[in-house]
């Protein structure tokens, strides 16, 4: 894109300058529009599969539901509670959504198509994730009430908590791909099952550990049946029970682009990201970035079809499948592929 | 030239939110100028070539031993005014202690200018490897050269653990909703039901 | 090599997306002084609880196995952080590297057994 700006007649360092802000906000609209169109697809497809019909009012199938909402939350008064500490109960949503969009930054949306191209992309992705906690929690004290509290104490421990087994099994990814670079671990997918299928999902090895990252995605973003922190029986609405306006609809746009963000992730470390789910060159018309958007979209529907029939975790059962299943079950797999592989020759 | 702006902002912003980070009344708000000061300096890894290093900083120092001090200052019932009579109670003991860092910080400083320490002397070992990542660098110096004291980090940490948990673990309490998964699965419909047919006005033999 | 122009955009991404969060929060609050929505009261900006004032101190709560768990964290964190640099130089390290890496996971793994036998992981 740089080249493009240069061509127009701008220096090197203005044409750089230009390029980049234009394809931040080509990463963060369409995301923020992408995150309206999903919560109504979210909506959609909970009702579909408890025979209602969803949001079917504003504009033609209701599809315009979502920004009816948003254009009524922005209307509304903020209300900052008299008992909170003012100035932290309104960065909490700040950081909440920056943190949400931040992470975009190193997704890699075609070959060559992404906005830093670092070596330790899955680390900053691992990084950035962990700031999550810092939303919740600050919004939860600053809220000074009990219900936000709990609630808050409890995301986190529950984000952490898994935290610990996505860290290993990115480990297990990066020992296959053997780079940090989101585009190399993409690259290394090409092929990867019997020479064809382009994912390391195709792997019996790498299977198992593809699974518990589905499942702790779930839980990290704390969507249903690890959705704890809302458990509107006991907690209210959960950390975000004193907001309105705005503030609390950013907390709603943040999970649910991370929510987009965890299903990008599963794409793009067992899926083959923007490459075909074939290695077969008809297949590589299609542009890549429409790959992994309908990659994307699929994980996003599992994610619907799992809230839609699995019911809700209890606090113990939840902590029980962090610790005593998930860690051991991928520290094991580290050993098993790190074995194989060198036992194979994969670093000669 | 955007580098060295770069390198000011970070480094102000660390020396700022450390102050801060002392200076703040509310230990939550403490916590989160420290948070903010580990961040620039993150930052400041960046610049200075260290990438690793800078999202190891964010991923373990902001993302997980901060969120251990924001437990501990969260859940504490922190009395302000208590806080300031120990405050002034424990004055003697801060001064002492800041004098002691007063006389190491002078004596370290002239140690230095003495001429008689040489840091990092860049004899060329320490280069980082041709074409590699300064990850992959990483891992080639620890677990080549440096591989007893990376497993005496593993001793550490082991250590850490089981004080961690002799220090905070109440001893065995009745377990409640203790459940066995595997037997929960393994049951069958006809294990818990039978098909009866009562006569009528006889009810059901339990 | 470490290419600092790649790093440079995360930083103006970083000002851009505070920037926008920081607009949608401040924006509707000027907004809702426009239209008179703003409009607060006593009752309003107390903190919820199911319709009477609370009873106590919602800070005060204290439950030291949240300690627990943040510390058993920082722990597997750091495991992890030592594992990073060992998956990608594999290939210069060799079998030495690998079996060292093995006596590491063995001694956390003594630790996470230990937590375990001690009934540090279960939560009722």
Same mark, same amino acid.
């Given at each position: 894109m740089t080249a493009f700006f240069e061509s127009l007649g701008m220096t090197y360092g203005w044409a750089w300058f230009v390029a980049t802000v234009a394809g931040i906000l080509l990463i963060a609209l369409p995301l923020m529009l992408a995150v309206a169109m999903i919560i109504y697809v979210d909506r959609k497809i909970w009702a579909a599969m408890a025979l209602r019909k969803g949001?079917?009012?504003?504009g033609p199938f209701g599809l315009l539901q979502s920004f009816a909402d948003g254009l009524k939350v922005f209307l509304q008064e903020t209300i900052v509670p008299s008992a909170a500490n003012k100035g932290l109960f309104l960065i909490a949503p700040i950081i909440t959504f920056t943190v949400a969009l931040m992470?975009? %930054?190193?997704?890699?949306?075609? *070959?060559? %198509?992404?906005l830093a191209d670092i070596n330790v992309g899955l680390l900053y992705i691992l990084a950035i994730s962990s700031l999550g906690v810092y939303g919740v929690v600050i919004s939860g004290w600053a809220s000074n009430s009990k219900y936000p509290f709990f609630s808050a104490m409890r995301a986190a421990a529950q984000m952490i908590s898994y935290e610990v087994s996505i860290g290993f099994v990115l480990i297990c990814v990066v020992l296959w791909?053997? *780079?940090?670079n989101l585009n190399a671990i993409i690259e290394a997918q090409r092929g990867h099952g019997l020479g064809?299928?382009?994912?390391?999902?195709?792997?019996l090895l790498l299977f198992p550990m593809w699974v518990v990252f589905l499942i702790s995605s779930l839980a990290e973003t704390a969507r %249903?049946?690890? $959705?704890l922190t809302e458990a509107e029986s006991e &907690?209210? %609405?959960? !950390?975000?029970?004193e907001y309105s306006s705005m503030s609390f609809a950013l907390f709603w746009l943040g999970e649910y682009a991370n929510v987009l963000l965890m299903c990008a992730l599963n794409a793009i470390l067992f899926?083959?990201?923007?490459?075909?789910? &074939? $290695?077969?060159?008809? &297949? !590589?018309?299609?542009?890549g970035w429409l790959w992994l958007f309908a990659k994307i979209f699929f994980f996003f529907f599992v994610f619907s079809w799992v809230k839609a029939t699995v019911p809700r975790f209890r606090y113990d059962q939840l902590m029980r499948l962090g610790w005593k299943v998930f860690l051991p079950l991928s520290l094991i797999f580290v050993v098993l592929i790190s074995g194989y592989l060198m036992a194979t020759g994969h670093f000669a | 030239m955007i580098q060295t702006i770069a390198f000011y902002l970070f480094a102000a912003m660390v020396i700022a939110s450390g102050a801060f980070t002392i200076l703040a009344r509310n230990p939550v708000h403490s916590v989160l100028w420290l948070i903010l000061a580990f961040f620039n300096a993150a930052g400041l890894m960046v610049i200075a070539g260290a990438e690793f290093i800078a999202m190891l900083l964010i991923i373990v120092?902001?993302?997980a031993i901060a969120v251990l001090f924001l437990f501990v200052v969260m859940m504490l019932d922190i009395d302000f005014a208590e806080l300031r009579a120990g405050f002034m109670k424990n004055f003697p003991l801060g001064i002492l202690i800041a004098l002691v860092l007063l006389a190491e910080l002078v004596l370290g400083v002239g140690a230095y200018r003495a001429g008689a320490l040489h840091l990092g002397? /860049?004899?060329?070992?320490? #280069? /980082? +490897? +041709?074409?590699?990542?300064n990850i992959e660098s990483i891992g080639a110096l620890l677990y080549g050269r440096y591989l007893f004291l990376f497993e005496s980090a593993g001793i550490i940490l082991l250590v850490a653990m089981i004080g961690a948990i002799v220090l905070t673990h109440r001893g #065995?309490?009745?377990?409640?909703?203790?459940?066995n998964i595997s037997k929960q699965i393994a049951r069958k419909p006809s294990e818990a039901t039978v098909n009866t047919r009562p006569e009528v006005g006889q009810g059901v033999e339990l | 090599m470490v290419d600092l122009e790649q790093y440079l955009p995360i930083l103006i991404f970083l000002l851009i997306a505070g920037g926008l969060s920081a607009a949608f929060v401040f924006l509707p609050m000027g907004v809702a002084r426009l239209t008179g929505t703003h409009n607060p009261s006593a009752e309003k900006l107390s903190?919820?609880?199911?319709?009477?004032?609370?009873?106590?101190?919602?800070?005060s709560q204290f439950d030291v196995r949240f300690y627990l768990i943040a510390i058993l964290f920082i722990i597997f964190d750091l495991e992890a952080a030592f594992l990073f640099p060992w998956a990608v130089s594999l290939d210069l390290t060799g079998w030495p590297g690998w079996i060292t890496m093995m006596v590491f996971l063995f001694e956390l793994a003594v630790g996470l057994a230990y937590a375990w036998k001690k009934g540090a992981l279960e939560w009722e």
């Open positions: 949001p079917n009012v504003v992470a975009w %930054a190193v997704i890699p949306f075609n *070959s060559g %198509a992404v791909a053997g *780079s940090f064809i299928v382009n994912g390391f999902f195709f792997n %249903a049946p690890f $959705d &907690l209210v %609405a959960g !950390y975000q029970t899926f083959g990201g923007w490459l075909p789910p &074939l $290695d077969w060159a008809p &297949l !590589y018309i299609i542009p | 120092y902001v993302g002397t /860049p004899d060329g070992s320490a #280069a /980082p +490897l +041709l074409g590699r990542s #065995a309490r009745a377990v409640r909703g203790q459940q | 903190e919820y609880e199911c319709g009477f004032p609370a009873f106590e101190d919602p800070r």
